[in-house]
């Protein structure tokens, strides 16, 4: 299960995250009440992708990936 879930963000981060025609922003986020970061991706204010992560560490991995 871990697979399919890793692969499809893959997917997800491949189609939207690196667009060149549309400049993406993201937001980053952190919840005291849930202990996690909110990790947002907006393509015209449009919430493209949205995921939340334990630390920051693996929300750099993500950028740096598709940076």
Not at 13 to 18: D, I, K, L, T, V
Not at 47 to 65: A, C, G, R, S, T
Request: zero cysteines; proline letters at 1%; charged letters at 25%.
């Amino acid at each position: 299960m871990d697979n399919i879930i890793k692969n499809l963000k893959q997917l997800i981060m491949n189609n939207y995250f690196s667009t060149e025609k549309h400049p993406n922003k993201f937001e980053i986020m952190f919840s005291n009440k849930f202990k996690m970061y909110d990790f947002t991706i907006l393509n015209n204010n449009k919430v493209i992708y949205h995921y939340h992560f334990k630390n920051l560490k693996d929300i750099n991995k993500l950028i740096q990936k598709y940076k």
